[in-house]
């Protein structure tokens, strides 16, 4: 069960709670559905008990122990808490839960950013022996004297780190599908992004309008002198970015938080765990060989149960919040760590994908596969909102 399907079940329920006359109230049109935050337990959580308390003269608690045994009799609903003053903490049966989210990462995967771009196999996700030199060399510099061009992620004048791609087009609104289990938010809407000249801002500005873009929105970027009112202002970075290259210069900027100052430095370039770019491009890449092993083994991916892949079940399923989120607090940086999260989940559970040994391919084996393809999707079209390539190799 998806957010948007959730959020549809819960607005049934109070419309049973009405024509039952438990509730007096109006149905809303929207149930917010998400992830559960500090205190919740669960997978997701909504706080339409409290929204209804006032409307409708009872205590939250009240409203949210009706809603509760109504909710707890739908299909693919294990079980619902009640938790501070009456969220709603609904836990989903397991298999219903990964299959259906999963299948529909897949089905949408076309307008996610798939097939983003292929870069120059320093780095063999097949056997996970390094290449290349996990450092910085001389063909991983381009000239300081430079800028970077935000429409497209590439200095000027120059040329680009081994392996880097241009970074997509900017969408449309109309271009721009929602994510999977998503009811846009911003739909119809015209933002006005003002930021000064400033190369952070220019490249948080570019990615905002992509991640607008699905809400159902549409920004403008418009550029404003010194002493004028901004609407973006984040920390500049203390030097120009441009020699680390377009996706790491681009990630420099936009993964710390709009009030933190950007270390512009060359662990940016490092393949190694400790470097977080490198976390999530290796990750989409690792996703992408299982595909191509999994293909030589004739094993097909299924979407199914998995039991032992949590955090990246969970990942997965709040990457909608997560792009809300990013959009509504015009914060690009909330996309880049759910990135890493997402990565972190699936290289923590790519070993039990494939037949080890003489292991036979079974269910679970498809049902683990369809999994990481869905995280290798999620990877990529995040990326892509983000401007940043996303290699097949790395």
């Given at each position: 069960m998806t957010p948007v399907e959730l959020s549809r079940t819960v607005l049934c329920a109070v419309r049973r709670a009405v024509e039952g006359g438990e509730l007096t109230?109006?149905?809303?049109?929207?149930?917010?559905?998400?992830?559960?935050?500090?205190?919740?337990?669960?997978?997701?959580?909504?706080?339409?008990?409290?929204?209804?308390?006032?409307?409708?003269?009872?205590?939250?608690?009240?409203?949210?122990e009706i809603l509760r045994p109504l909710l707890q009799e739908t299909t693919g609903v294990a079980d619902v808490e009640i938790t501070g003053p009456g969220f709603l903490n609904i836990h989903l049966e397991r298999a219903t839960a990964t299959a259906a989210l999963v299948r529909?990462?897949?089905?949408?995967?076309?307008?996610?950013?798939?097939?983003?771009?292929?870069?120059?196999?320093?780095?063999?996700?097949?056997?996970?022996?390094?290449?290349?030199?996990?450092?910085?060399?001389?063909?991983?510099?381009?000239?300081?004297?430079?800028?970077?061009?935000?429409?497209?992620?590439?200095?000027?004048?120059?040329?680009?780190?081994?392996?880097?791609?241009?970074?997509?087009?900017?969408?449309?609104?109309?271009?721009?599908?929602p994510p999977y289990g998503h009811?846009?938010?911003?739909?119809?809407?015209?933002?006005?992004?003002?930021?000064?000249?400033?190369?952070?801002?220019?490249?948080?500005?570019?990615?905002?309008?992509?991640?607008?873009?699905?809400?159902?929105?549409?920004?403008?970027?418009?550029?404003?002198?010194s002493g004028e009112a901004v609407d973006l202002r984040p920390v500049p970075a203390p030097?120009?970015?441009?020699?680390?290259?377009?996706?790491?210069?681009?990630?420099?900027?936009?993964h710390p938080a709009a009030h933190d100052r950007p270390r512009i430095?060359?662990?940016?370039?490092?393949?190694?765990?400790?470097?977080?770019?490198?976390r999530v491009r290796y990750a989409h890449a690792r996703a992408r060989a299982l595909g191509r092993n999994a293909g030589r083994l004739g094993l097909d991916a299924v979407p199914g149960d998995v039991a032992d892949a949590a955090p990246l079940t969970h990942a997965l399923g709040a990457y909608p919040h997560a792009l809300t989120q990013a959009a509504a607090h015009r914060a690009p940086d909330r996309l880049a760590r759910h990135l890493v999260a997402v990565a972190d989940g699936l290289l923590a559970f790519q070993h039990t994908v494939?037949?080890?040994?003489?292991?036979?391919?079974?269910?679970?084996?498809?049902?683990?596969?369809?999994?990481?393809?869905?995280?290798g999707t999620v990877l990529a079209g995040g990326l892509s909102l983000l401007g940043i390539s996303a290699p097949d190799y790395l």
């Open positions: 109230v109006a149905v809303p049109t929207r149930a917010v559905v998400a992830p559960p935050g500090p205190g919740g337990r669960g997978d997701y959580a909504t706080n339409i008990a409290l929204q209804l308390a006032r409307p409708a003269g009872r205590a939250p608690l009240d409203v949210a529909e990462i897949l089905q949408r995967s076309g307008g996610m950013g798939m097939g983003i771009s292929k870069a120059d196999p320093g780095f063999d996700v097949d056997s996970g022996i390094s290449n290349a030199d996990s450092g910085i060399g001389a063909d991983t510099r381009i000239n300081v004297d430079s800028r970077i061009d935000v429409d497209t992620g590439i200095a000027s004048g120059t040329q680009p780190i081994r392996g880097a791609q241009t970074t997509p087009a900017t969408p449309t609104p109309a271009e721009t599908p009811t846009p938010t911003l739909v119809g809407q015209v933002i006005a992004l003002r930021i000064p000249y400033d190369i952070r801002a220019e490249v948080v500005a570019d990615t905002l309008v992509r991640i607008i873009a699905t809400q159902g929105g549409r920004a403008e970027v418009h550029h404003v002198r030097e120009d970015p441009a020699p680390l290259g377009p996706d790491a210069a681009r990630w420099a900027l936009l430095t060359a662990d940016h370039l490092l393949q190694r765990e400790s470097n977080p770019l490198f494939l037949p080890l040994g003489d292991e036979k391919p079974s269910a679970a084996h498809r049902a683990r596969l369809a999994l990481a393809e869905a995280a």
